[in-house]
């Protein structure tokens, strides 16, 4: 399976290239500004995308390579940043698309209780000595992930939406309201990178050769859109601004 490592290795050097530059550029941004989305968000790309999803990958790829009380001290601090990361997106959701409803801080509280319990319980079973995540409580963890994510795309997509429709009045930035589409598609595809990267944790490689390639491709095409949409939404090069600027808006359904 050297294949897939000689695969993985681009592309994943490519989702961490864009989510640092993204990070670092917001939270530059929020520096200059003082404003709190920019923070929240720059903070949450740098923890999940450099420093959690590095960690548990390495303390994965590395059980039978290293200590298992290595392993595990890798794990722990990979998920604590990672629950730190969706913490920080919630929060980021919330306070953005939806600061005055009452409901919005409970639906926060709910995911991310998901990755907190199952932290908690994975702990107390020995986590940090074994490296070993049980399979239940795994499951309950990536539930909280898929469920920020798609609340993140549920809200960009309806914004998207709105902002269509000012455009056609031409009551809105071009640019901003394109910003929302990448942003909906790029919380898409991370669904996507995060839903292709378990498999090959539980597949047997070899009884399952045809199934982990194909997932490998799904896996390698989510996670250079998800590299090229970050970069176009918040570093558009000018040719795309002037491209946007410049171009007929399509009229909204």
Known sequence: MDEITIIQFPVGASYLLAVGVVGCRLLMLARRTGQLPERLLGLSLLLGGILGGPLEAAALAGKGEFDPAVAGGLLVAGKLSAMAALALQCTFVWRVF???????????????????????????????????????????????????????????????????????????????????????????????????????MFLDPHQHELLLVIDLVVFSVAGVAVSVLYLLAFLPPRAYRRLLVGAEMIEPT
């Open 98 to 200: 939806r600061p005055s409803e009452s409901w919005a801080p409970w639906l926060f509280a709910l995911i991310v209780a998901f990755p907190i319990a199952a932290f908690g319980e994975s702990l107390a079973g020995g986590m940090a000595s074994s490296g070993e995540v049980p399979f239940f409580w795994f499951w309950v963890e990536q539930i909280g992930r898929v469920c920020a994510s798609c609340w993140l795309v549920a809200e960009g997509a309806r914004y998207h939406g709105m902002m269509r429709r000012r455009l056609a009045l031409g009551l809105a930035d071009p640019l901003v309201t394109n910003r929302f589409l990448l942003w909906t598609l790029a919380g898409i595809a991370s669904i996507v990178f995060m839903l292709t990267a378990v498999p090959p």
